[in-house]
């Protein structure tokens, strides 16, 4: 599967944007979701992900503020953010995992169980 995110941008804190992932194939409502960031010079860290029956999941720093869900008629996946704050500003990139539809909140904060991964848009958060 092919994932192609898009939606980033520059925003004020406080402000909100979406984040949409498009995915490729026939095969997307088989898959679980997750949705990562990286900031300069620090690790990839989890934010949210949500399992084929629509659990959803989220990073205690995200809860609250971003909510993830999908859209299986689209093969698109989706992260709302809200009270954006300058500590979000990183690449954000989707990822797609379908050997495990009944994932743990642990499993899915591993990047490393997602086969699949898109480019990554830019988020800036500015103070």
């Known amino acids: 599967v092919q994932l192609q995110a898009s939606g980033g941008g520059l925003v004020q804190a406080g402000g909100s944007l979406r984040l949409s992932c498009a995915a490729s194939?026939?095969?997307?409502?088989?898959?679980?979701m997750g949705w990562f960031r990286q900031a300069p010079g620090k690790e990839r860290e989890f934010v949210a992900a949500?399992?084929?029956?629509?659990?959803?999941y989220y990073a205690d720093s995200v809860k609250g503020r971003f909510t993830i869900s999908r859209d299986n008629a689209k093969n698109t996946v989706y992260l709302q953010m809200n009270s954006l704050k300058p500590d979000d500003t990183a690449v954000y990139y989707c990822?797609?995992?379908?050997?495990?539809?009944?994932?743990?909140?642990?499993?899915?904060?591993?990047?490393?169980?997602?086969?699949?991964w898109g480019q990554g848009t830019q988020v800036t958060v500015s103070s």
């Open positions: 990822a797609a995992d379908q050997t495990n539809p009944w994932g743990s909140y642990y499993y899915y904060t591993l990047g490393g169980n997602y086969a699949y």
């Open positions: 194939g026939r095969t997307f409502s088989s898959y679980a």
């Open positions: 949500i399992r084929r029956s629509g659990v959803t």
